[in-house]
Every structure is written in structure tokens, then in C-alpha cells.
């Protein structure tokens, strides 16, 4: 099959899905920790939002790492409004798949999250995640604060650097501010729990952060 040019460059708003006024329903609770997968949290839970190719295996990237109280995963990115897994592959929402993660800052820190986010998978490819093609694998941060987005730029310059002594190219990630996080649908959540040999092409280029 020949893959088409089209989903390696964003749509224009103009020509993105209409989409829907209905949100997903998302009814379970989180597939390995328990808790819970949308609001209400209690109130010392913060989020960050990442993408970093498909997102089951950045999913569970994250509920590994320590003291994470819940992640989801979903699209954000883009234009249209409560999209399809379908829709999304067309490469017309202008959506990347994303992680959505909650956590306590007195447990782990944002800084730490950055450096998971960072070694876990390539961020120099563009619009793809090694054999993932399309704009929904895109290397991103979404950030909800401005220390986030400090925080993120600070770290992108210092992976940058070491990137670059281990003879890789320009990171391509891009950083800003998060826009509207739309849940993906129920089966995509903690989908490589549920399936533990399902499909995972998550690697990382072997540079570490420190």
C-alpha cells in the first residue's frame, strides 16, 4: 500500500473533520493503578501531556514510572473536536496521539517526567516514530503552566546537546501550550496491559538524559 503524502503535513483548519459535540464516554477506572482516568482528582494531582509516537506504548511508559497516580491516553494537537481513532488516521484532525499524566508533585516532579518523556522514544524523526507514519506520532509537550513551559524548553536545549555529541540530529519535538485533551476510546486505555504482547514500536535512541 502506498502511503500517502498528505498525512506527513497538518491539515489546514478549513480542511480538518467537522467531528462531534459528544465526548467519548470513558466509564472504567485505570486498568493498573485503580484510580480514577478523568476528574474529579484529589487536589494535590497535577497533569502533563505528551506525544511521543503510539500511544500504547507511551502509555505505559508512564504508569511505570514511580508514583504516578493515573494516566489516560487520547488526541490533542489538532482541530477537530472529539475525534475517532478512524478519523485521526486520516490524518485530517490535525491531532497527535497523546498521554495524558497525573501525578503528585510532592512524589515525582515534572523534571522527571521530561526525562522519561526524552529517553523513551526518538525525538529527531519529524512525523513519524520509526515505523509509524503520520502526523499523529509526532514528537510533542503540552504544557499547562509556564513553568511547564520552561521547564520544557530548558530540557529539549540540554537532550539537544547531548544529542548532538552522540551524532544524532535536530530534535523536532514541538513545545506549547496544551490545548483541549479528547479521551481516546475506552479500548485504547492501558490498551498493552490489557494486552500485554499487543503492538509496541516505542524505542529510544540509548542517550541518556544525566
Not at 487536589?43 to 497516580?69: D, S, V, Y
Not at 488516521?89 to 522519561?116: I, Q
Not at 522514544?121 to 504544557?143: A, E, K, L, V
Request: hydrophobic fraction near 35%; charged fraction near 15%.
Amino acid at each position: 500500500m502506498i502511503f500517502s503524502a498528505k498525512k506527513l503535513v497538518l491539515p489546514d483548519f478549513s480542511k480538518a473533520l467537522p467531528g462531534r459535540d459528544t465526548p467519548m464516554l470513558i466509564t472504567s477506572r485505570h486498568f493498573v493503578t485503580g484510580n480514577a482516568l478523568a476528574p474529579p482528582f484529589p487536589a494535590n494531582i497535577r497533569q502533563a501531556l505528551f506525544g511521543l509516537g503510539c500511544f500504547w506504548g507511551a502509555e505505559r511508559k508512564f504508569w511505570q514510572h514511580p508514583h504516578i497516580f493515573s494516566t489516560a491516553v487520547g488526541y490533542s494537537g489538532g482541530y477537530t473536536p472529539n475525534p475517532t481513532y478512524d478519523e485521526l488516521c486520516t490524518g485530517l484532525t490535525g491531532h497527535n496521539e497523546v498521554v495524558k499524566v497525573f501525578y503528585d508533585p510532592a512524589l515525582t516532579s515534572y523534571s522527571a517526567l521530561l526525562r522519561l518523556f526524552w529517553e523513551s522514544h526518538n525525538p529527531t524523526q519529524g512525523m513519524r516514530q520509526g515505523n509509524d507514519i503520520g502526523t499523529q506520532y509526532r514528537s510533542g509537550i503540552y504544557t499547562y503552566s509556564q513553568e511547564q513551559l520552561d521547564g520544557a524548553l530548558v530540557s529539549k536545549g540540554h537532550y539537544q546537546n547531548k544529542l548532538a555529541k552522540a551524532g544524532f540530529g535536530q530534535i523536532t519535538t514541538e513545545i506549547m501550550p496544551a490545548g483541549e485533551f479528547y479521551y481516546a476510546e475506552e479500548y485504547h486505555q492501558q490498551y498493552l496491559a490489557k494486552e500485554p504482547n499487543g503492538y509496541c514500536g516505542l524505542g529510544g535512541l540509548g542517550v541518556a538524559y544525566d
